[in-house]
Nanobody
Framework: QVQLVESGGGLVQAGGSLRLSCAAS????????MGWFRQAPGKEREFVAA????????YFADSVKGRSTISRDNAKNTVTLQMNSLKPEDTAIYYC?????????????????WGQGTQVTVSS
């Protein structure tokens, strides 16, 4: 089992930036891919970004592509999501998740372990 703890959320003005971090413990961190998802009030949880076990593959949702980056540090067991040019529609609870294997995927069902989430609020 993997335990995940997110940090870095908060309130930011439109056009600003946030850096979300996720610390993992449990299974060997380099043995699985990591993803970020988000859920806005009244909406389904949706994919944001994912990174394979060694960072060799990265995927982004169209809604954040070009203004977000995802990285991981296998020595520190952390994954980071940098979001720039934030928009009010980015407001949501952001969750990091650990995949079942080393391959990055955009599918919620492929992620076994989830953090408790961190709130991101973007004001207009």
């Amino acid at each position: 089992q993997v335990q995940l703890v997110e940090s870095g959320g908060g309130l930011v003005q439109a056009g600003g930036s946030l850096r979300l971090s996720c610390a993992a413990s449990g299974r060997t961190f380099s043995s699985y891919a990591m993803g970020w998802f988000r859920q806005a009030p009244g909406k389904e949880r949706e994919f944001v970004a994912a990174i394979s076990w060694n960072g060799g593959r990265r995927y982004f949702a169209d809604s954040v592509k070009g203004r977000s980056t995802i990285s991981r540090d296998n020595a520190k067991n952390t994954v980071t999501l940098q979001m720039n040019s934030l928009k009010p529609e980015d407001t949501a609870i952001y969750y990091c998740a650990a995949a079942q294997n080393e391959y990055a995927t955009m599918l919620t069902r492929d992620y076994k372990s989830w953090g408790q989430g961190t709130q991101v609020t973007v004001s207009s």
